[in-house]
């Protein structure tokens, strides 16, 4: 049976049994000191620390690689596009410039541009286990919950989660589609060419949608006949209380954070430079 992509995985781990608002809160956090900070030090103490979480929430590497593979090939685009738009960027940031070879113009390699992009790249690997970790150990329904003890108003909480729910179903329908549409003969391997392939792709979008459009009518209607929407607040069945993991998983990631950002801010500068 084929692995959903970015849907909860049930494992008995101790991330898994951290409320929802818990793990929002630190994935917030845990964001906001890797986007904010240039510093190399704090980026690769926050990547060893999204590896080791990750390790122990008991999520498989393989459960989630093609999205990951997805993420890597989006990551390549973006630092070839920041070299083409920008090669000198690590060098007006550090201040100097270490040339290792020319290429034309005012393309050469630098040190300097290798170490920028090196950290742009860090923050990535920062940033996308912690939110990969966030969405597949978070329950739809108990992230809803958790949206709604944070203020949010449950009609837009209860949106997110069947959002979702949907994913793995959008998974289904195209897998079942696909299979219909190879069924009559419509090759999707990469025994066709790209172009045919993309061409024959085609042939499942338009089913795929027609199918999407009737089971979020179905799902409106059942909710619209039940009632849903019509109090401004209501209860939730997977909601948890907070223990005292929750309280010391949220102290440890503000200190992670406030560290964080007195390293990156202490000297009014938030690149680390190693060239001066």
């Not at 593979?69 to 070839?80: H, K, R, V």
């Not at 996308?128 to 739809?140: D, E, G, K, R, S």
């Not at 009559?184 to 024959?200: A, M, P, Q, T, Y």
Request: charged share 20%; with cysteine.
């Amino acid at each position: 049976m084929a692995v959903e992509m970015l849907s909860y995985i049930e494992r008995e781990s101790p991330v898994h049994r951290l409320s929802g608002v818990t793990k929002l809160v630190i994935f917030m956090m845990w964001s906001t000191a890797a986007m904010l900070t240039y510093d190399t030090r704090v980026l690769l103490f926050l990547f060893a620390a999204s590896i080791a979480i990750f390790i122990v929430s008991k999520v498989k590497l393989r459960d989630i690689a093609f999205v990951l593979i997805f993420i890597l090939i989006f990551l390549l685009l973006n630092n070839i596009a920041i070299y083409i738009f920008s090669p000198q960027e690590g060098v007006n940031i550090y201040g100097t410039s270490h040339v290792l070879f020319d290429i034309a113009g005012r393309y050469n390699v630098t040190i300097e541009q290798l170490f920028y992009q090196f950290n742009i790249t860090l923050k990535y690997f920062v940033v996308i286990p912690a939110a990969l970790l966030f969405i597949v150990t978070t329950h739809p329904s108990e992230f809803a919950a958790s949206l709604n003890r944070m203020g949010v108003n449950c009609k837009i909480a209860y949106s997110v989660s069947l959002a979702l729910r949907y994913i793995p179903d959008i998974q289904r329908d195209f897998r079942m589609i696909a299979q219909s549409q190879q069924a009559r003969g419509i090759d999707l391997s990469r025994n066709e060419k790209l172009v045919k392939r993309v061409k024959n792709a085609a042939a499942i979008i338009m089913p795929l949608i027609f199918s999407s459009l009737e089971r979020i009518e179905t799902i409106s209607n059942a909710m619209e006949l039940r009632g849903f929407g019509k109090k401004k607040k209501r209860t939730w069945y997977s909601t948890k209380a907070f223990r005292h993991a929750d309280y010391l998983t949220l102290f440890i990631g503000l200190a992670i954070l406030v560290v964080s950002l007195y390293i990156t801010f202490h000297d009014g500068d938030r690149f680390y430079n190693p060239f001066c």
